[in-house]
């Protein structure tokens, strides 16, 4: 049996490929291949609002069960697959069936980093948060009073940190760097974001490392910082990132760096193969990038459901960004690699403002803590190419909205 498509993955990308087709009227033979053994959801609420109680699950799914036998499309769960034979054109799974396709596409986004067993990261009550099993285990280690350990101050960290305050954890947030959000953001940003989670009660101590998790009985009971420190603790959860399931395609013999490198068609070094969502490595501005966001997901994949269609319009790439702690919502248009210069305006709101990057000059990325129109106008900039006054931006007494004019 020959697929026309086959897609491996079932998040965001994957689920926003095969919709979009549909919706183009597309009628060609599709079948999803997930590991999960639930149909696509949204990942995002579920380390805020459904970890805290506020959403059911059912709210999460991208569409009921249902729809997917409506459209034709061959759901398959708790399928993994073991091996993509190129010049087969076929696909293993784990029951040892192949199944041949005309057109894969590889949504196999990506996993959170753990830490190393020798140093205590297999023990229980060690918890990652990417997935609803994440957020399930998440959930019931979450008792009020009890005491968590953040490793890491990159967004996902920050944000793990400020749902364990909702509920009434004691929280440590520690970060190797000498500050937050080192990676991803100014100075300015996190020292915003810095001071909002210790006003909520979080302690975060920069230029710390980890030396080891202790654990009792394979359970965790405190951590030994770098400085020789030792915390008494009930759950820590690693915030360090993740790293690109690209397992699968280097096998195969496709080109892999950071992510599997596709162009700007969204193809592998295989025409016949495709790679979106956050495992994929694409071109932006003469460089390659890996783009870990739900807005990219869903684009990428709109984009290639037009160019399988018969498009011939090459994906784009207009990054932004969100995260959500606390009653804080931080909004990221652009992307600020190499910035040289920043400016902080201040927000009509209390306690709003933006942070403006610029790289030789040039607007390249804009930061709005609870300023939306902050956030609205610097999107617009970066979406139409507009070049940006900057004697408008740095007057308090000018509308933002003067730099669309």
Same mark, same amino acid.
């Given at each position: 049996?020959?697929?026309?498509?086959?897609?491996?993955?079932?998040?965001?990308?994957?689920?926003?490929?095969?919709?979009?087709?549909?919706?183009?009227?597309?009628?060609?033979?599709?079948?999803?291949?997930?590991?999960?053994?639930?149909?696509?959801?949204?990942?995002?609420?579920?380390?805020?609002?459904?970890?805290?109680?506020?959403?059911?699950?059912?709210?999460?799914?991208?569409?009921?069960?249902?729809?997917?036998?409506?459209?034709?499309?061959?759901?398959?769960?708790?399928?993994?697959?073991?091996?993509?034979?190129?010049?087969?054109?076929?696909?293993?799974?784990?029951?040892?069936?192949?199944?041949?396709?005309?057109?894969?596409?590889?949504?196999?986004?990506?996993?959170?980093?753990?830490?190393?067993?020798?140093?205590?990261?297999?023990?229980?009550?060690?918890?990652?948060?990417?997935?609803?099993?994440?957020?399930?285990?998440?959930?019931?280690?979450?008792?009020?009073?009890?005491? +968590?350990? /953040?490793?890491? =101050?990159?967004?996902?960290?920050? #944000?793990? *940190?400020?749902? &364990?305050?909702?509920?009434?954890?004691?929280?440590?947030?520690?970060?190797?760097?000498?500050?937050?959000?080192?990676?991803?953001?100014?100075?300015?940003?996190?020292?915003?974001?810095?001071?909002?989670?210790?006003?909520?009660?979080?302690?975060?101590?920069?230029?710390?490392?980890?030396?080891?998790?202790?654990?009792?009985?394979g359970k965790l009971v405190g951590a030994e910082l770098a400085d020789g420190t030792v915390i008494d603790l009930d759950l +820590?959860? /690693?915030?360090? =990132?993740?790293?690109?399931?690209? #397992?699968? *395609?280097?096998? &195969?013999?496709?080109?892999?760096?950071?992510?599997?490198?596709?162009?700007?068609?969204?193809?592998?070094?295989?025409?016949?193969?495709?790679?979106?969502?956050?495992?994929?490595?694409?071109?932006?501005?003469?460089?390659?990038?890996?783009?870990?966001?739900?807005?990219?997901?869903?684009?990428?994949?709109?984009?290639?459901?037009?160019?399988?269609?018969?498009?011939?319009?090459?994906?784009?790439?207009?990054?932004?960004?969100?995260?959500?702690?606390?009653?804080?919502?931080?909004?990221?248009?652009?992307?600020?690699?190499?910035?040289?210069?920043?400016?902080?305006?201040?927000?009509?709101?209390?306690?709003?403002?933006?942070?403006?990057?610029?790289?030789?000059?040039?607007?390249?990325?804009?930061?709005?803590?609870?300023?939306?129109?902050?956030?609205?106008?610097?999107?617009?900039?970066?979406?139409?190419?507009?070049?940006?006054?900057?004697?408008?931006?740095?007057?308090?007494?000018?509308?933002?909205?003067?730099?669309?004019?």
């Amino acid at each position: 049996m020959t697929v026309d498509l086959v897609v491996v993955g079932g998040g965001q990308a994957a689920f926003s490929l095969v919709a979009k087709l549909r919706s183009l009227g597309d009628s060609r033979s599709i079948t999803i291949l997930t590991a999960e053994n639930v149909a696509p959801y949204q990942r995002p609420p579920l380390s805020k609002k459904y970890l805290l109680g506020e959403m059911e699950f059912d709210r999460l799914q991208m569409r009921p069960d249902a729809w997917y036998g409506e459209q034709a499309i061959d759901l398959r769960l708790s399928t993994f697959v073991e091996e993509i034979n190129l010049a087969a054109r076929s696909v293993r799974i784990q029951d040892g069936s192949c199944l041949n396709y005309n057109k894969l596409v590889l949504a196999t986004g990506a996993a959170p980093r753990r830490l190393p067993a020798a140093i205590g990261g297999d023990l229980e009550n060690v918890f990652v948060m990417r997935d609803k099993r994440d957020a399930d285990q998440l959930a019931a280690a979450f008792q009020p009073g009890a005491r +968590a350990l /953040v490793i890491g =101050g990159g967004y996902i960290g920050l #944000e793990a *940190a400020a749902v &364990a305050r909702h509920k009434g954890l004691e929280v440590t947030l520690i970060e190797m760097a000498d500050r937050i959000l080192k990676r991803v953001a100014s100075s300015q940003t996190a020292d915003a974001m810095r001071a909002i989670h210790e006003s909520h009660g979080v302690a975060i101590r920069e230029s710390t490392g980890l030396r080891r998790l202790i654990g009792e009985g394979g359970k965790l009971v405190g951590a030994e910082l770098a400085d020789g420190t030792v915390i008494d603790l009930d759950l +820590a959860i /690693v915030g360090i =990132g993740v790293t690109a399931n690209t #397992e699968l *395609a280097q096998a &195969a013999g496709l080109t892999v760096t950071d992510g599997i490198v596709v162009d700007s068609m969204t193809r592998t070094s295989d025409p016949d193969v495709h790679a979106i969502g956050d495992c994929a490595s694409l071109p932006w501005q003469n460089t390659m990038i890996r783009l870990e966001s739900v807005q990219n997901a869903v684009d990428q994949a709109e984009a290639l459901a037009a160019i399988l269609a018969g498009s011939d319009k090459a994906y784009e790439p207009k990054p932004w960004f969100w995260s959500d702690q606390y009653d804080v919502k931080l909004q990221i248009a652009g992307l600020n690699v190499g910035f040289d210069e920043t400016f902080v305006r201040q927000g009509v709101r209390p306690g709003s403002q933006s942070i403006w990057y610029f790289r030789e000059n040039r607007f390249v990325a804009v930061d709005a803590i609870n300023d939306a129109k902050a956030y609205v106008t610097g999107k617009k900039l970066l979406d139409s190419n507009m070049p940006l006054n900057r004697s408008i931006l740095e007057d308090p007494t000018r509308d933002l909205k003067e730099l669309l004019a």
